[in-house]
């Protein structure tokens, strides 16, 4: 019985110290996102490439996706000020476990399965200027699509960032019905080359 009674006042306090730990990431992360829109214009954006590529005709899907250039001008900018802000804070509330789930004190006892939050946010930021500017030379189609990709994968970051990499997961497939295979298999190789670099286990002594 006394076991028993530990082992429940350990599993508690362990949910509970999670618990913790993951409202103070969602508050500070809200902090840091709440001057901007970001996220009205995501979902403005992925709405919009939707409603485009689901047009027969070619002239009104480029007249569709052009009514979305402004919004994409407003993201890349809302987002780089957003990713200059959230560089500032200390690296020791930016560390991100790359275990797959949440464990107490995972940060602390095991540092070199980390990344940080900083470097991941520095390259989506450049994953979706590089989109925007089209800088692949993407057809309008794949263009939509990859950018969709770029910005769903940085949503993922940040559930990552908040929860654990399988709540974003599931999240992810959940709300988008998009496998996160599926995510990292249609951004940018360059976005995928660099944040595979910095988010896989084994990729860095400390992130």
Known sequence: MDLLFLGLLAATGAYLANAHQQ????????????????????????????????EADLQRR?????????????????????????????????????????????????????????????VHARGIARVRENRDGLGPRERAYTMTAELLLMQHTCHWFCKSKTVASARMLARHQTPYAQLLGSVSPSTRSAYLALVRPGAGRAG
Do not use: H, N
């Not at 560089?87 to 991100?96: H, I, M, S």
């Open 23 to 54: 409202r103070q990431r969602i508050a500070l992360l809200g902090e840091q996102l709440a001057p901007f829109q970001i996220e009205r214009l995501m979902q403005t954006l992925t709405q919009g490439y939707l409603r485009a590529m689901g």
């Open 62 to 122: 480029a007249q569709v996706l052009s009514t979305l250039e402004a919004s994409e001008i407003q993201l890349c900018s809302q987002f780089e000020r957003f990713v200059a802000g959230f560089a500032r804070l200390p690296a020791e509330q930016t560390r991100v476990s790359r275990l797959p789930v949440a464990l107490p004190l995972a940060l602390q006892l095991l540092p070199a399965a980390s990344f940080d939050m900083r470097a991941a946010l520095a």
